[in-house]
């Protein structure tokens, strides 16, 4: 079974880019939809965007605009920056292995996350 | 695209069944067969029960179970465990390439 495995700083500055790396277990990331997910404290889940072989990225409408995927698949990592974050942002951070080549729509495997702290 | 709709609780005592709805609209829940269930026990990630509306994958205990009906879909524990105690969230395919999660339900064991 593939593993996914979250790394980056714990703590990200106001007006900053926070950046956020995720490591897979296996040589499948160019076979793959692979995403970020997060989830603030006490909250519920909410879909960040995910990203297919280097090529295609597909974000969340409300945070599109300050949101880039991005992949490396000769080090099997995919990266997530999200920039100008706020306290709004801060939040534990999955990543995951996406089925549905057509319609991506299911989060199969998950990393065990990742807490950002936005703060001065 | 707005959250689906989930009651924030649930409960049932052990043996019993339990029904958690979620609903969307025409374009999330009700326009496709593509819903997700996932489990979250406090403190760690969220584990994938059900998929596209009734599928279980590998692993996952028949008594789980999902269904829909128009904008809405359910998830049904049956013979409820103490182990079920957690967090279930909803999730649907949207179209063009986005997916939106329902806001959770705490599904307690009595």
């Known amino acids: 079974q593939v593993q996914l495995q979250e790394s980056g700083p714990g703590l990200v500055k106001p007006s900053e880019t926070l950046s956020l790396t995720c490591t897979v277990s296996d040589d499948s990331i160019s076979s793959y939809y692979w995403g970020w997910i997060r989830q603030p404290p006490g909250k519920g889940l909410e879909w960040i965007g995910y990203?297919?072989?280097?090529?295609?990225?597909y974000y969340n409408p409300s945070l599109k605009s300050r949101v880039t995927i991005s992949v490396d698949t000769s080090k099997n990592q995919f990266f997530l920056n999200l920039s100008s974050v706020t306290a709004a942002d801060t939040a534990v951070y999955y990543c995951?292995?996406?089925?549905?080549?057509?319609?991506?729509?299911?989060?199969?495997?998950w990393g065990q996350g990742t807490m950002v702290t936005v703060a001065s | 695209q707005s959250a689906l709709t989930q009651p924030p609780s649930a409960s049932g005592t052990p043996g019993q069944s339990v029904t958690i709805s979620c609903t969307g609209t025409?374009?999330?829940?009700?326009?496709?067969?593509?819903v997700s269930w996932y489990q979250q026990h406090p403190g760690k990630a969220p584990k994938l029960m059900i998929y596209d509306v009734t599928k279980r994958p590998s692993g996952v205990p028949d008594r789980f179970s999902g269904s829909k009906s128009g904008n809405t879909a359910s998830l049904t524990v049956s013979g409820l465990q103490a182990e079920d105690e957690a967090d279930y969230y909803c999730s649907s395919y949207a179209g063009r390439k986005t997916v939106v999660f329902g806001g959770g339900t705490k599904l307690t064991v009595l």
């Open positions: 995951a292995r996406v089925f549905g080549y057509n319609d991506p729509r299911v989060f199969d495997v």
């Open positions: 990203i297919y072989y280097s090529v295609t990225t």
């Open positions: 025409s374009s999330d829940v009700g326009g496709y067969n593509y």
